[in-house]
């Protein structure tokens, strides 16, 4: 199992960011895909979950309404379309996979908020 996150970068308060986490070594389009985040000196932070066909999303209460998770079985990718970023969003976004009990994660893209 492969998790490989991109597109995380600085962007100023307000701004957007789209994060995508391509998949590979496993069937991607029957599991459930999930994105946390870690700030620094703090914990993993559920953020968001997607279910195997796309038809059902979940947010933190943090992110909802700011934030949309997407995902392109043809192309083995799940997306994050981060919208309204607010400094408290700085961390690094990790993308995770549940795959018969077992976590596998992402090595993870770094988003800073800053002006």
């Known amino acids: 199992v492969q998790l490989v996150e991109s597109g995380g970068g600085l962007v100023q308060p307000g701004g957007s960011l789209r994060l995508s986490c391509a998949a590979s070594?496993?069937?991607?389009r029957h599991w459930y895909m999930r994105w946390v985040r870690q700030a620094p000196g703090k914990g993993l932070e559920?953020?968001?979950?997607?279910?195997?066909?796309?038809?059902?999303?979940t947010y933190a209460d943090s992110v909802k309404g700011r934030f949309t998770i997407s995902r392109d079985n043809a192309k083995n990718t799940v997306y994050l379309q981060m919208n309204s970023l607010k400094p408290e969003d700085t961390a690094v976004y990790i993308c995770?996979?549940?795959?018969?009990?077992?976590?596998?994660w992402g090595q993870g893209t770094q988003v800073t908020v800053s002006s």
């Open positions: 995770n996979a549940n795959i018969r009990w077992a976590d596998h």
């Open positions: 070594g496993f069937q991607f």
């Open positions: 559920w953020v968001s979950m997607i279910n195997p066909t796309g038809t059902t999303t």
